[in-house]
């Protein structure tokens, strides 16, 4: 019998992410805090959590 989780694991999402990475009609873009650098003041960038890419979604009217 095994101990492992199985449960399935979610996408981390940051709190610039306006969705779970892989949701459709989303897509990636770089970060207006951090210029896509993922650091402000040599920090890690709270809003895209250091990644420098936030998730956002795309097209609509």
């Known amino acids: ?5 199985t449960r399935p694991t979610t996408p981390e999402t ?3 992410d306006q969705a779970a990475p ?3 009609g989303t897509g990636e873009n770089s970060c207006r805090t951090c210029q896509g650098t993922g650091k402000v003041d040599g920090k890690p960038c709270t809003d895209c ?3 420098g890419v ?3 979604g795309i097209g609509g009217a």
């Open 1 to 5: 019998m095994s101990n492992e989780n």
């Open 22 to 24: 892989g949701t459709p």
């Open 49 to 51: 959590g250091g990644t």
């Open 54 to 56: 936030v998730i956002e």
């Open 14 to 16: 940051h709190p610039g």
